[in-house]
């Protein structure tokens, strides 16, 4: 049965956690110089540290392992899910430092995802029919994961956007897995995650004091799509792409648009419809955010109201 107060205590444990772990690093970051200089594409005036992500990977392993031994998860599943977000992190916080070769970017993803996927998953078909064979379904997953890795990073473009949409993402998809009783797994680390980007939100709400980085935004598209996952193989597929469906749209039109103009699509750009929204005037930086969120919340009460209608 779901405890309520165990997921605000995860909650609220991650948010002072987080709070004062970007505290910290607001003086860290900026005496080692790992900013983000302004230029032509950035929304931002002047220098800002980048890289509060680092305080959620301080949450995740410091309340991971003490919640979900005793009320999530299995010993094995949180090594490996743990495990899986520090790599991320850390070779993450290596490109906010120094940027590193797309290629390797890539490849650090796709890797975390093969690992995810073949340690984790059913050793069974559950998205395509049985027929097919298993190691296709798998790696057709690893793709889609490391695609959603990726374009999660792409969409952190403008102050709150990240935190906005995370929070509202699993807020969607918490209270679908709790109407469809399909277990309280996510529903506990979903408390976990928002409650860093709850504190996030202090610090990176327009005008930013700190940006996320790498090193946070590649981490939460790691984890959110781990939720979604979870979603799909209780069969739930078309739910969990529809409560991520803006991230997921926003990102693929705005890369195929990229693509016919022949551009390089693994370059920094400010073309996403919502940073279009804040440039043309129409939007403040604010505005842009919070529509994200309601577009999220309405998007996943379409999903839940039809699960109450089949």
């Known amino acids: 049965m779901l405890s309520i107060p165990l997921v605000f205590s995860i909650l609220i444990a991650s948010m002072v956690i987080s709070y004062w772990g970007i505290f910290f690093l607001l003086k860290y970051l900026a005496k080692n110089s790992i900013l983000d200089i302004p230029n032509e594409r950035s929304n931002h005036k002047v220098p800002t540290p980048r890289g509060a992500g680092l305080a959620l990977l301080a949450s995740v392993t410091l309340l991971w392992p003490v919640f979900g031994a005793y009320f999530i998860y299995s010993f094995e599943y949180n090594l490996i899910m743990t495990t899986a977000v520090a790599i991320l992190g850390v070779v993450s916080f290596m490109d ?32 395509l ?23 999660y990073n792409f969409m952190d473009g403008i102050d709150g956007i990240t935190a906005v949409n995370t929070i509202t993402v699993l807020l969607g998809m918490s209270v679908f897995a709790y109407v469809s009783g399909i277990g309280e797994n996510y529903i506990y680390l979903s408390g976990l995650i928002i409650g860093f980007c709850f504190a996030f939100l202090i610090f990176n709400w327009h005008p930013a004091k700190i940006f996320l980085g790498d090193v946070g935004s590649v981490p939460l598209g790691y984890l959110v799509g781990a939720f979604a996952l979870y979603l799909a193989y209780h069969g739930y597929l078309w739910q969990a792409m529809l ?20 551009e390089n699509i693994l370059e920094a750009h400010s073309k996403h419809f ?37």
């Open 274 to 310: 919502y940073q279009k929204a804040v440039r043309s005037g129409k939007f403040t930086v604010k505005q842009a955010s919070l529509g994200v969120g309601m577009i999220n919340l309405v998007l996943a009460s379409i999903a839940i109201g039809f699960k109450f209608m089949i």
């Open 129 to 151: 029919p049985e027929n097919v064979p298993v190691l296709v379904e798998k790696l057709m997953l690893i793709i889609c994961m490391a695609y959603f890795v990726n374009i």
């Open 96 to 127: 906010d430092k120094k940027p590193l070769k797309p290629g390797v970017r890539l490849g650090v993803h796709i890797a975390v995802a093969s690992f995810t996927i073949f340690l984790l998953m059913p050793q069974r078909n559950v998205l």
């Open 243 to 262: 409560i991520n469906a803006y991230y997921i749209l926003d990102a693929t039109i705005t890369i195929l648009i990229r693509l016919k103009n022949k």
